[in-house]
């Protein structure tokens, strides 16, 4: 009995096998993905530096905390907040710089797939979206489907709004099922389940239809979206070329003028 102690398996931690792959694999490939895209104008190393700060991050959660932590909870945590620090900043960066490198501009397209995409994801992972039930949860969804589609006008790339669009289609599931149980009951028939499709074409021919609209107009949109934001942040509106305030609408002037 003394011995049942001796027993019980306790896992360790492999601290320099990890401290090895974080000094001489992770940190090594971060600042070479850096140098090569300073030197080389590599826009696509981009994702060997995001993706890399993620392993980074796992990596010291594991050398420092307890085998007993929840690594899966603080990375769907971290992606978060990382992935939406990097989504914000470059937002902020597009609508305040109307012309911006040619290396960034072309990074645009590696930012919105690598960190748009993947707080996109986290946030359903993090909100257990369209599983839960739990009516906070859907409030703080229902709150967070506005944010790719502000997004995607600001760096002027279509796939947050596609994500946008996916989203509210969840949305309008869920509209449709929580509807179809206030009114029939949480059992369904072939009544209840002709309802809640219904409910839901209804629904996605308002999303089609809205999507129809936006995509005619979109320039317009954008642009006035743009001005908006801008003017809320102090700054003046940009013309269609990407000049903003008086430098639009000086070089629409004649040349004498």
């Known amino acids: 009995d003394d011995d049942d102690d001796d ?32 030197m080389l104008r590599a826009h696509g190393t981009f994702a060997n530096i995001y993706v890399g700060i993620i392993i980074l991050a796992f990596l010291l959660f594991e050398i420092t905390m307890p085998v007993s932590s929840d690594s899966t909870l603080f990375m769907s945590r ?23 490198p ?4 072309d990074m645009t397209d590696w930012i919105v797939l690598f960190a748009g995409v993947s707080c996109w994801l ?3 992972y993090n909100l257990e979206v369209p599983i839960t039930d739990k009516v906070v ?14 997004f995607s006008v600001m760096v002027q790339r279509t796939l947050p709004m596609g994500l946008a669009a996916i989203s509210l289609f969840i949305m309008s599931y869920k509209i449709a099922r929580e509807t179809v149980i206030l009114a029939f009951g949480d059992v369904y ?3 209840e389940l002709v309802a809640l499709l219904s409910m839901m074409v209804l629904q996605g021919i308002g999303i089609i239809a809205a999507a129809i609209v ?17 003017r809320c942040l102090g700054r003046k509106g940009q013309g269609r070329d990407g000049r903003t305030g008086e430098a639009h609408y000086n070089h629409l002037l004649p040349n004498d003028a």
Not at 89 to 96: D, G, V
Not at 142 to 150: E, K, S, V
Not at 214 to 227: A, L, Q, S, V
């Open 78 to 100: 971290f992606v978060t907040v990382y992935s939406g620090i990097v989504c914000l900043a470059f937002a902020y960066y597009s609508l305040t710089t109307p012309t911006k």
């Open 7 to 38: 027993d019980v398996w306790v896992p360790k931690k492999a601290l320099h096998e990890m401290w090895s792959a974080v000094l001489f694999a992770d940190l090594p490939m971060i600042g070479t993905a850096v140098a090569v895209m300073l």
């Open 214 to 230: 936006y995509g005619g107009n979109r320039e317009t949109f954008d642009k006035r979206f743009r001005d908006l934001l801008a």
């Open 102 to 105: 040619k290396l960034v501009e």
């Open 137 to 150: 949860n859907w409030v703080g969804y229902a709150l967070f489907i506005p944010a790719p589609m502000a």
């Open 189 to 191: 028939g072939q009544v």
């Open 122 to 124: 986290c946030i359903h």
